[in-house]
Nanobody, 122 residues
Framework: QVQLVESGGGLVQAGGSLRLSCAAS????????MGWYRQSPGKQRELVAT???????NYADSVKGRFTISRENAKNTVSLQMNSLKPQDTAVYYC????????????????WGKGTLVTVSS
């Protein structure tokens, strides 16, 4: 079984910065892509940023130029540096590991963390 644990959420004023981290643990052989998604009250979960094992990144238009995703493949970790935060960035942020291959299964599976709350005050 694979577990994702997020950390780094909290309360910050508009214009401030936060760094989210996520560590994947378990019998992991390979993770295809890792990323961050977020969900605000009354809204659907949306993509924030993803990064492949090769380092290719993808960002939501709303965070381009403000957020930076990074990854350490050897440690199975992914981070999200969030700068110039806005009140509309307030949400629960979820870590995702896509198409994870483990040493105990031939099937690739997606996994999610439990989420970490980011609150940006105006």
């Amino acid at each position: 079984q694979v577990q994702l644990v997020e950390s780094g959420g909290g309360l910050v004023q508009a214009g401030g910065s936060l760094r989210l981290s996520c560590a994947a643990s378990g019998s992991i052989f390979r993770i295809n892509a890792m990323g961050w998604y977020r969900q605000s009250p009354g809204k659907q979960r949306e993509l924030v940023a993803t990064i492949t094992s090769g380092g290719s990144t993808n960002y939501a238009d709303s965070v381009k130029g403000r957020f930076t995703i990074s990854r350490e493949n050897a440690k199975n970790t992914v981070s999200l540096q969030m700068n110039s935060l806005k009140p509309q960035d307030t949400a629960v942020y979820y870590c995702n590991a896509e198409r994870v291959l483990t040493t105990t299964s031939i099937f690739a599976t997606d996994y999610w963390g439990k989420g970490t709350l980011v609150t940006v005050s105006s």
